[in-house]
Structures are given as structure tokens and as C-alpha cells.
């Protein structure tokens, strides 16, 4: 009886002990990555730099948080979020800003924090149900886009004002002073109202096709090789083979 109140005991000292620590060393912040998947019908480009310098973008290139893409007028890109996403899609013309990608793995959820700035042009997306406490923000000059779990469809150009469709979940626009949400089914347009903004059942003719491709897309290609390190003799330099 004694040994097993003293287990117990000791049971109990490591529980408290493990609440202390949790609660004087919180779980840190790990960096994100976007994995490129896919790139077809042209090329892109991706900047490390704010936009000053730019590189051609190539398939199984990882961009961090603070990288910029650029699509030409043809190109389309497919990208792997992991826990930050998973699926993103790029669509010609436009001009992509990875502000932040970090997610923390607790005792119980994963919390993500993805914000991504897109300055001109179109993106479509798949993220899966989200932790309470995480963030999946998407900015345009236009207006800000809360992602919570959902498929969306999201466009601004210059010109032609913001507009967000559903296919799956819902997202919260905020909009000048006005905050709306838009459910599966409906499409958030700015041009509404006299440029005041709306929410409108989305057209009968509107197809999630590109989001399912791109979908399709993450799940049929593999992540970029691995590096391959080539056994050579003792005292040798090693050879790498990217």
C-alpha cells in the first residue's frame, strides 16, 4: 500500500511538473513552407526580397515566409502548404506575397497561422478544418479574406473589385467598415450595392473545376527529391547530387 501511494505521489509530482513546464516553456512557432508542385502553360517567378530581384520558379522549389510569386500572363501554379493549407493554386497574371506560414503543434491541435498578401490576381485554395485559436488570412488592396477550413476562389485586379466564392466552409470578408460572411453556395462582390459590397447565391454555372484539379494535382505529385548523398571512398570528399 505504501509503494502505491507513493507512485501516486510520484505520479502526481510528474503531472504538476509537466503543467509547469508547459506553462514556462509554451509550445514555439514553426516555420511553414510552400512546396511547388506544379507549374503549366508558362512561367513564374519568385523573389526573396520584397519584389526587388526576382528568379525563375521551378517545380519542387520551397518558398518560405517573406517570398513573393509571380505568374505571366499564361502560367499557372500549384503549391503544397502542408499544415498551412494544404492547396493553393496561382492563376496567371498575378503577384502572390507569403507573409507568414508558422503553425505550433499543442497536446491536442495543430494552430497554423498562414497570411498571404495578394497585391493583383487570382488564387484558389483547399484548407483543411481549422484549431480554433489558428489564422488563415488572405490580403488584397481590396479587403481581407478570413479563411475558416473551406474551398474559396478568390480575385482582385486592378479595375475590377474583390469578389469571393465558397465552394466549401465559409470565409469573413472585411470590407471598408463592413464585415460579411460568405457561406458555401454564395459570392461576396464589391461591386454590389453601389461599391458597398454584397453577398449573392454564386451563378448555376460556376464550377470548382480548378480547385479540384489543383487538388488532384498535390495529391498525384511527390514532394521534391530528397538530396542524394553518393557513398564514396574513406577520405574522400563527399559528392552531393541535388
Known amino acids: 500500500m505504501k509503494q502505491l501511494n507513493g507512485f501516486l505521489t510520484k505520479a502526481g509530482a510528474w503531472g504538476l511538473a509537466l503543467v509547469v513546464a508547459s506553462w514556462m516553456f509554451p509550445a514555439q512557432a514553426k516555420e511553414g513552407k510552400a512546396v511547388?508542385?506544379?507549374?503549366?502553360?508558362?512561367?513564374?517567378?519568385?523573389?526573396?526580397?520584397?519584389?526587388?530581384?526576382?528568379?525563375?520558379?521551378?517545380?519542387?522549389?520551397?518558398?518560405?515566409?517573406?517570398?513573393?510569386?509571380?505568374?505571366?500572363?499564361?502560367?499557372?501554379?500549384?503549391?503544397?502548404?502542408?499544415v498551412n493549407g494544404p492547396v493553393l493554386r496561382v492563376t496567371p497574371d498575378t503577384r502572390l506575397d507569403l507573409t507568414t506560414l508558422t503553425f505550433e503543434q499543442t497536446a491536442d491541435e495543430t494552430v497554423i497561422n498562414t497570411e498571404l498578401a495578394m497585391q493583383n490576381g487570382r488564387i484558389l485554395g483547399s484548407v483543411k478544418k481549422l484549431a480554433a485559436a489558428s489564422k488563415y488570412d488572405v490580403t488584397t488592396p481590396g479587403?481581407?479574406?478570413?479563411?475558416?477550413?473551406?474551398?474559396f476562389d478568390i480575385?482582385?485586379?486592378?479595375?475590377?473589385?474583390?469578389?469571393?466564392?465558397v465552394v466549401e466552409g465559409f470565409v469573413t470578408v472585411r470590407f471598408g467598415t463592413q464585415t460579411f460572411t460568405v457561406?458555401?453556395?454564395?459570392?461576396?462582390?464589391?461591386?454590389?450595392?453601389?461599391?458597398?459590397?454584397?453577398?449573392?447565391?454564386?451563378?448555376?454555372?460556376?464550377?470548382?473545376?480548378?480547385?479540384?484539379?489543383?487538388?488532384?494535382?498535390?495529391?498525384?505529385?511527390?514532394?521534391?527529391?530528397?538530396?542524394?548523398?553518393?557513398?564514396?571512398?574513406?577520405?574522400?570528399?563527399?559528392?552531393?547530387?541535388?
Do not use: H
Open 155 to 165: 480575385t482582385y485586379r486592378a479595375g475590377v473589385p474583390l469578389k469571393v466564392t
Open 143 to 151: 479587403g481581407v479574406c478570413a479563411v475558416r477550413g473551406t474551398q
Open 36 to 82: 511547388v508542385r506544379a507549374i503549366r502553360n508558362g512561367y513564374a517567378d519568385y523573389s526573396q526580397d520584397g519584389g526587388r530581384t526576382w528568379k525563375r520558379l521551378t517545380i519542387g522549389l520551397r518558398l518560405v515566409a517573406g517570398n513573393s510569386v509571380q505568374t505571366d500572363k499564361t502560367a499557372v501554379v500549384d503549391m503544397f502548404l502542408d
Open 183 to 242: 457561406n458555401v453556395g454564395f459570392t461576396f462582390d464589391a461591386a454590389l450595392n453601389n461599391g458597398q459590397g454584397g453577398v449573392v447565391p454564386t451563378p448555376p454555372d460556376y464550377t470548382p473545376r480548378e480547385i479540384d484539379e489543383a487538388i488532384f494535382v498535390i495529391r498525384i505529385t511527390t514532394p521534391a527529391p530528397a538530396e542524394v548523398v553518393i557513398p564514396v571512398p574513406p577520405n574522400q570528399p563527399t559528392t552531393k547530387v541535388e
